[in-house]
């Protein structure tokens, strides 16, 4: 319903700030890195996400897109409210959130505040390929020879392979080694597939 604010930025706190547009206030609830990437000037541009419950409207605040993109796909995991949401965004950086559900990295998610070990492993399992697909993200930051997957993968689809099952199993082997030629890493695919 309101997508973003962009206005008077009339009080700014570690957990909400307050924006005037054309003379109506309103009040964003905001994670702490929202709350330090807030410019002290007068104007500021919010991007914003309303949460309609039965006895309340709430409206969270975030300074980016991408931020506010991470809030919604956490909220839609079961378990995983708006609060904690939050918190998580608070405790981490977008970046270590993208990372931690790209890596699987259980213990970076339950460091946060009111997860345990079967929600994180919850958020991870839901949450995983939404974040790579969505952000772009390689599983792991180890390749170095993006060109030989790339290559690959193309070979390995004109051959007749479907590009989801051939893009897994050359992940797979970049992750073990990843500073093979394309020759070699075609066959090794070949002898998986």
């Known amino acids: 319903m309101i997508t973003h604010l962009k206005g008077k930025l009339v009080e700014k706190n570690p957990t909400y700030a307050i924006v005037e547009c054309n003379g109506v206030g309103y009040f964003l609830n905001i994670s702490l890195h ?20 039965e006895d309340s409207h709430t409206l969270y605040g975030f300074t980016s897109t991408l931020e506010r993109e991470i809030f919604k796909l956490l909220i839609s995991v ?39 070990a079967k929600t994180a492993q919850k958020v991870i399992i839901e949450l995983k390929d939404k974040i790579v697909k969505t952000y772009d993200m390689e599983e ?35 992750k073990e080694t990843p500073d093979l030629s394309v020759e070699k890493l075609i066959k090794l695919a070949l002898k998986k597939l």
Do not use: H
Not at 39 to 49: G, H, I, K, R
């Open 34 to 53: 929202t709350y330090s990437q807030i410019p002290d000037s007068e104007l500021v541009t919010l991007y914003t996400q309303l949460i309609v419950k």
């Open 78 to 116: 079961s378990g995983i409210g708006p609060s904690i949401a939050r918190t998580m965004l608070s405790s981490l950086s977008t970046e270590e959130i993208q990372k931690a559900l790209a890596t699987e990295n259980v213990a970076v998610i339950q460091s946060v505040k009111g997860i345990g």
């Open 140 to 174: 792991t930051s180890a390749f170095v020879n993006n060109s030989a997957k790339e290559e690959a993968l193309s070979a390995l689809e004109v051959l007749g392979f479907v590009k989801r099952q051939a893009e897994k199993v050359v992940t797979s082997i970049l």
